[in-house]
Nanobody
Framework: QVQLVESGGGLVQPGGSLRLSCAAS????????MGWYRQAPGKERELVAV???????NYADSVKGRFTISRDNAKNAVYLQMNSLKPEDTAVYYC????????WGQGTQVTVSS
């Protein structure tokens, strides 16, 4: 069974930055789309950013220009650099490894508050 291990969440003031990381517990091959999702209290899980195997990216409108997704295929890792954080970014963030897989991380809490 593969586990995705996330790290980098925490408490940050508005305007601050965090970098989330996600790595698989064992070697995976030819991971397709990798992504980050988030779920705020009382809300549905939503897409934050995805990156294809060819490094094409797509972002939610709410994070464009502030967040950057990247991947390291050699490490089976995906990252999310979050800058200019806002209170509305507060949520549990989940990484996801897609086709041919369908693996989810356990979630990491990001809280943006003064």
């Amino acid at each position: 069974q593969v586990q995705l291990v996330e790290s980098g969440g925490g408490l940050v003031q508005p305007g601050g930055s965090l970098r989330l990381s996600c790595a698989a517990s064992r070697r995976l091959f030819r991971i397709g789309v990798m992504g980050w999702y988030r779920q705020a209290p009382g809300k549905e899980r939503e897409l934050v950013a995805v990156i294809s195997s060819g490094d094409s990216t797509n972002y939610a409108d709410s994070v464009k220009g502030r967040f950057t997704i990247s991947r390291d295929n050699a490490k089976n890792a995906v990252y999310l650099q979050m800058n200019s954080l806002k209170p509305e970014d507060t949520a549990v963030y989940y990484c996801h490894y897609g086709s041919p897989y369908d693996y989810w991380g356990q979630g990491t809490q990001v809280t943006v508050s003064s």
